[in-house]
């Protein structure tokens, strides 16, 4: 075995919004964490821009919900607008449900704010160590763990990292991915987009008509902080390094906009759409953009990885802590890869309705329609939330008992949401999210979860003689009422994951009295589970 300079239960590669919620999440379950970035800080660009509904859970778990949408945008800019350019009238308009306003089916509200702006809320809400400036320069698998060669950027140093598990967020062209060979799925690459920072008083255009983006035939324009600042989104030009930057998005606001762009950045990137073919190997795991790349219309991109590591992070610290075997982490690519893949085929879709929008309006000006004559749009007002998609998500995997002792027979479809893309119907059918149900005025069932395993019934003592761990299980009494809501009877159970999952669910009274210890023990791969 060779020598490391230092050892960790779980080194995370990439510091992007999903590293960064990796590192809170571990840190949390007590797991010994180390965090590398190649770059020297946080990302200085805004990028990703929309923090979806479910991901808004996730962090109210982490109870960084409220300071996310303090520095958001009010819930009015959860709309998309079409215009010819930015100065004229909408020609089409949807609502991002689920972001616009409150819904019933979640204690919490998405948010349009800049990745620039979410990353240092992430950064601070966890102490585990983070390394900026530290590039990943080798692996090596050893039998119990994992050898990292970190070179630092700065001093040219190489350290090494002994780790039990490798988790990497390193992007879309993952350095970790590559060196392990794993091959990908789908498109690849869809187009070469800039993206320009700058600076213009729009608001006698936007401030009535408020919208996180306005696609116009010249770009897209996208506002960045309720304080100012703005983006313009367009094709790559073929001599970018002698484009004239702020006259051209002076020319994309349009002919009369008179207003010219103060540009402080451009930054040219290429808009991937693939699904790796794996994401495991050995004690190697891939999340995020490493392991999916999705188009940007419709934000699903980042909120995808999020939803990754939320997945992964209770079943490392369950292996890393040992009330979980390591056959639990297998159910990881079980659970997220189908999502990955109809993740990537709702992009898709996202963006030929968007561009057929523009098309008919194309054809509207042909035949001599002017502005303010409306487009009637090919989808719902509902379709840009994919509310079945984002809450409705499904799995099928050894971590999921469908009758409340027996993990499901091996699939190779992907299993079907509580809905469509667009719509979303609660369910407590085990695999599915946890409905949310108000315990009390301001607590959540999904408040419930996130530390532990947690059974929910309406009559605790019938179940509290189990032999089970305290600091594995926590019991929660659900009223009458909202145990019917969910099938159960006057002592049936739903036993939820700390990802807030259904695991297993009795519909009344346990069947023996080791219900719990066979169940905790089947979905955690280990008959450690219990103790």
Not at 95 to 104: D, F
Request: proline letters at 7%; hydrophobic letters at 40%.
């Amino acid at each position: 075995m060779s020598v490391a300079d230092a050892e960790v239960d779980v080194l995370i590669v990439g510091g992007g919004p999903v590293g960064l919620t990796a590192r809170a999440l571990l840190e949390r379950w007590g797991v010994r964490v180390s965090l590398v970035e190649k770059h020297g800080e946080l990302s200085p660009f805004p990028r990703s821009r929309l923090v979806n509904v479910r991901s808004m859970e996730i962090y109210r778990g982490l109870g960084l919900a409220d300071e996310i949408t303090a520095g958001a945008f009010a819930p009015e800019y959860g709309r998309i607008r079409f215009r010819d350019t930015l100065h004229d009238p909408d020609f089409a308009t949807a609502a991002m449900v689920g972001i616009n306003a409150p819904i019933p089916e979640s204690p919490v509200t998405g948010a349009v704010t800049s990745q620039d702006r979410l990353e240092p809320t992430l950064l601070a809400a966890a102490d585990a160590e983070m390394r900026f400036g530290a590039e990943l320069v080798d692996l090596t698998e050893e039998a119990d763990s994992v050898v990292a060669v970190l070179l630092d950027r700065r001093s040219g140093e190489e350290t090494r990292v002994r780790a039990r598990y490798v988790l990497a967020a390193d992007g879309a062209n993952s350095t970790v991915r590559q060196r392990l060979g794993i091959g990908t799925a789908g498109p690849g690459a869809l187009a070469a987009v800039t993206t320009v920072v700058f600076d213009a008083d729009l608001d006698g255009w936007c401030a009535d008509q408020p919208a996180g983006v306005y696609f116009t035939a010249h770009g897209s324009f996208l506002p960045l902080y309720p304080e100012g600042g703005w983006a313009w989104l367009g094709p790559t030009p073929e001599d970018a390094e002698r484009t004239d930057w702020p006259g051209l998005v002076s020319r994309a606001l349009g002919p009369d906009a008179g207003v010219r762009a103060g540009v402080s950045r451009v930054q040219h990137w290429v808009m991937n759409a693939f699904v790796a073919e794996r994401f495991r190997h050995g004690r190697i795991l891939l999340a995020g953009d490493a392991a999916h790349a999705i188009p940007i219309v419709g934000g699903l991109g980042m909120n995808t990885g999020i939803a990754d590591v939320h997945n992964l992070c209770w079943k490392l610290a369950g292996v890393v802590r040992g009330w979980a075997g390591p056959s639990l982490l297998d159910t990881y690519e079980t659970e997220r890869q189908p999502v990955a893949h109809r993740t990537l085929h709702q992009a898709v879709a996202n963006s030929k309705l968007m561009f057929e929008a523009q098309s008919l309006r194309h054809e509207q000006l042909q035949t001599g329609g002017v502005a303010p004559v409306r487009v009637e749009l090919p989808w719902s007002d509902r379709y840009f939330a994919q509310l079945g998609l984002v809450l409705g998500v499904a799995y099928r995997s050894d971590a999921v008992l469908t009758d409340g002792s027996t993990p499901p027979e091996p699939s190779h479809t992907d299993p079907e949401p509580s809905g469509t893309g667009t719509d979303y119907v609660p369910t407590a059918e085990p695999g599915h999210r946890m409905p949310h149900l108000w315990l009390t005025p301001d607590r959540s069932t999904l408040d419930s979860f996130g530390e532990w395993f947690t059974l929910l019934t309406p009559d605790p003592a019938a179940w509290e003689q189990q032999t089970t761990a305290p600091g594995v299980l926590h019991i929660e009494r659900l009223s009458d009422e909202h145990a019917d809501v969910c099938g159960l009877g006057p002592q049936g159970a739903l036993l939820v994951r700390p990802d807030g999952h259904i695991g297993a669910r009795w519909r009344d009274r346990a069947p023996s009295d080791s219900t719990l210890h066979q169940a905790l023990t089947a979905i955690g791969g280990s008959p450690r589970s219990s103790r």
